[in-house]
């Protein structure tokens, strides 16, 4: 946690705050070690970024005075994500790592190639925690928005286009003649298209491809989802 | 496993190779349904990326014939990544994916923010493990080079200088004023450091900078240590 996050429910006045949750306790007790008199970056939930001064710590709750919110939170990318639902081990670190970098918008989607039982994890009840964690880690009060498509085809043909508007789509398939780092020279694109392991069946990326998805690879190397994704994103890092 | 690797100890002639290891059987059972028959991508550790006929498969072991090595490895990036050592939990990801994407050689380094007791996770002892997976994941055959520096101070001053010959060397520092991705618009680094959660210390950032290395920062979202290092690794990918 880079930040503390607090919502409305969390504020007893507009500068003084009350905050209950036991692994928020726990992080400002082991990890900040905390005490009375300290001053704490904190942030509102989609509002402004700021401070607070810890005026009482227990392991029940602590309490926060002389609250002020100055600071705007860092732009959003403007970027949507498309991402096929990956193993639910990966998930969680996928949702931090896309909220902490910015992603506007994430959209999980179903593939040919993911499997079935992914979308009765019950990891997919927890995104919004897993969305906190990445606001926290990357210092942000916005929440991205997230979408879920469980039917891949009118995703693409009814939703996908007005996400792309006048910008750019590139599907990341690792077998395609482009490369992603040639075609982004150009311009970034404004919506970003990762299968699950094993990549988009050819069906998929010629219905990607139909509304004016391009595909790009990373070059000959195979990478995980995660690494991919990460390894895509970083070209959207100033 | 995006490519089956064997060794010396695997080929019982030019041409033929018996598998023992009790997770690439299962890979081969469970993950690629191999059957009698199959020609499958391979590749000779060191050596030459190619192909074999499974003549026999059972629980206990694969025999392959036919066996051609015929293309190149990828080209390893001209990159040497170091490491503040990193918690023993993403330790694993993180020598994969740098494997993965082809860095030439890893050097694991003590740091100020380092916790000391990481230096005796027996993971340590498994780096070569984890190297290997990277390799199967990134459809390689060259493995990295990794050093160990549990001395941060005589590491820098003796050992750096050499490795940054006549290239560049840059620091990912959060709080950096230099931006990362303008910085290497004129050229890619020869050498990478990143630091532990929590980054760098002053002094540690000081030293590094007495021996010309750069300080950039990935804006003003802090990234997990992971998610950092595949973000800038994927300025180098094609």
Redesign the interface.
């Known amino acids: 946690m880079?930040i503390i996050l607090l919502d409305d429910a969390n504020f007893i006045t507009d500068r003084m705050a009350v905050i209950e949750d036991q692994a928020v306790i726990r992080h400002l007790q082991s990890v900040l070690k905390a005490q009375t008199g300290d001053v704490l970056k904190l942030g509102k939930l989609g509002d402004r970024i700021g401070q607070g001064k810890v005026i009482e710590l227990s392991h029940r709750h602590a309490i926060l005075s002389d609250i002020t919110l100055t600071a705007s939170p860092?732009n959003k990318l403007n970027l949507t994500v498309i991402l096929a639902l990956p193993r639910p081990k990966v998930l969680r670190?996928l949702i931090?790592?896309m909220t902490?970098?910015?992603v506007d918008h994430i959209v999980l989607i179903n593939s040919y190639r993911t499997d079935k039982s992914y979308w009765s994890s019950p990891l997919l009840s927890r995104l919004d925690e897993f969305m906190l964690e990445g606001l926290q880690?990357?210092?942000?009060t916005m929440p991205p928005k997230i979408t879920l498509a469980k039917r891949f085809k009118p995703f693409v043909q009814d939703d996908l286009p007005s996400l792309i508007g006048d910008g750019s789509a590139i599907v990341a398939h690792p077998y395609a003649k482009d490369?992603?780092?040639?075609l982004i020279q150009q311009r970034l694109p404004q919506v970003l298209v990762v299968g699950a392991e094993g990549g988009f069946i050819p069906y998929e990326i010629e219905l990607l491809s139909s509304v004016g998805v391009q595909a790009a690879s990373?070059?000959?190397?195979?990478?995980?989802t995660?690494?991919a994704v990460?390894?895509?994103?970083?070209?959207w890092?100033?």
Do not use: C, H, S, Y
Not at 179 to 182: I, M, V
Not at 230 to 235: I, V
């Open positions: 880079n860092p670190r931090m790592d902490a970098m910015g880690q990357g210092v942000d490369r992603f780092g040639q990373l070059g000959d190397r195979i990478l995980r995660e690494a990460n390894a895509l994103l970083g070209r890092l100033p």
